[in-house]
């Protein structure tokens, strides 16, 4: 089992910055790939970023490049989410999750922390 444990969520006003960790423990975290996701109130989860936490491979969503950065620290378990230039479309709860692939597809992850919320104000 992995548990995940999200943090760094807030509000914060529209341009401004966060930056969110995601941090597992249990068994060891080992190679598996993580990614972020987003749901907001009323829509379905959305993918964010995922990590390739051996080759350090990243995808993102087109809306959020340029302005989100996935990176890992492996000796410390952790995956962060930078992310610059935030704008009200980023509100939502953000979700890390943990998987055998760094993929857009939910469904191929098989750990998810219980989320952190981020409010972006106009």
């Known amino acids: 089992q992995v548990q995940l444990v999200e943090s760094g969520g807030g509000l914060v006003q529209a341009g401004g910055s966060l930056r969110l960790s995601c941090v597992a423990s249990g068994r060891s975290f080992g190679s598996y790939a993580v990614g972020w996701f987003r749901q907001a109130p009323g829509k379905e989860r959305e993918f964010v970023a995922a990590i390739n936490r051996i080759s350090g491979r990243k995808q993102y969503v087109d809306s959020v490049k340029g302005r989100f950065t996935i990176s890992t620290d492996n000796a410390k378990n952790t995956v962060q989410l930078q992310m610059n230039s935030l704008q009200p479309e980023d509100t939502a709860v953000y979700y890390c999750?943990?998987?055998?692939?760094?993929?857009?597809?939910?469904?191929?992850?098989?750990?998810w922390g219980q989320g952190t919320q981020v409010t972006v104000s106009s």
């Open positions: 999750a943990a998987g055998a692939i760094a993929t857009y597809e939910s469904s191929s992850y098989d750990y």
